[in-house]
């Protein structure tokens, strides 16, 4: 280059401008290919080799992650190194994904002769349908562009990110041919805050020992033990014999203060007599990020879980809190 140098924001446009066209002409090159592509991925009963050189390489590696991340197992094998031992990684039933825009990386090539001895199929991602990795592949899928966003046109730039945008494009169509939920991905990713936000309220709420509860016929001397005992500013106030336990009403904090605003002999009645009905419930299946919800919208700081109108345990805020959800 010479001349002057560009603004920086000029230079920058125009990288931009041109990497989100060579991911927008990717849409007219996708035939039936990458139908098929999709359909050998989804029926493998192995792991999706990822492979790739140089930049190929590292955008094969995210690929791979985003497959494993989506309900389809797989991992990068370096060529190189394949062709110097880890081939012993492949096994049967394994699918290889290839990315070389030339498609004449020739550690790949080398590949290929094992890959076809070995029974394993190829898809190759590469810019040239001629190319011989691309006349090898089972299926290939082309990733052409008009040009780098390298001012030289020569650093992989536009063709990385036509790569990636295609391995994206492979990995979400295997999310809705496998019917992949996000539950499931929250199953892959426990650690994570997508994860948290989809843990159900069966998994957080308080049950057993630690759940406070009454009976109706429960004297307000004892339930306002129960109270301080579980230590949630709140009971469950239950009706029906031993293990029915259906739940028709709750007692707080709150409810006592106003209770003895009223009555001071408060003592000398039951908790079925105090007790506050049609209090806020949800179902042992709900999400976390429901039930934080419903006490947000009520500004309440718990939800009793039931199935049908059984008591089965209770969710507080602080358990929430923990989790981070906010």
Not at 121 to 144: C, E, K, Y
């Amino acid at each position: 280059m010479s001349g002057k140098p560009r603004p920086p924001r000029e230079v920058a446009r125009e990288v931009l401008e041109t990497e989100a066209r060579s991911v927008l002409g990717l849409v007219p090159q996708l035939d039936e290919a990458f139908d098929r592509a999709v359909e050998l991925v989804r029926g493998c009963s192995g792991r999706v080799v990822c492979t790739g050189m140089g930049k190929s390489g590292i955008v094969m590696k995210k690929v791979a992650a985003t497959l494993s991340s989506t309900g389809t197992p797989a991992f990068f094998l370096h060529p190189a190194e394949a062709i110097h031992g880890d081939l012993g990684m492949l096994v049967a039933g394994d699918v290889v994904l290839a990315a070389s825009f030339s498609g004449t990386t020739e550690e790949l090539l080398r590949l290929v002769e094992t890959l076809k001895r070995l029974g394993v199929p190829l898809i190759a991602m590469t810019g040239n349908p001629a190319s011989p990795l691309a006349r090898h592949a089972d299926f290939h899928l082309r990733v052409a562009i008009d040009r780098e966003a390298c001012p030289l046109n020569l650093a992989p730039t536009a063709s990385t990110t036509a790569t990636l945008a295609l391995g994206d494009a492979l990995a979400m169509a295997l999310i809705e041919a496998r019917g992949f939920t996000a539950e499931d991905f929250a199953r892959l990713h426990p650690g994570g805050q997508l994860g948290k936000r989809l843990l159900r309220v069966g998994e957080l709420m308080h049950s057993g020992g630690d759940l406070p509860k009454v009976h109706r016929s429960t004297p307000m001397r004892d339930a306002i033990y129960e109270m301080s005992r579980k230590g949630l500013g709140i009971t469950a106030v239950v009706d029906g014999p031993e293990g029915a336990d259906e739940l028709v009403g709750c007692i707080s904090d709150g409810d006592l203060r106003r209770l003895l605003e009223k009555d001071e002999g408060l003592l000398r009645h039951t908790a079925g007599e105090c007790m506050r009905t049609a209090p806020r419930t949800i179902g042992p299946d709900e999400l976390a990020s429901a039930a934080l919800k419903t006490m947000e919208d009520h500004r309440i700081t718990s939800l009793f879980v039931c199935a049908e109108r059984r008591l089965l345990g209770i969710v507080h805020l602080h358990d929430l809190w923990r989790l981070e959800l906010f």
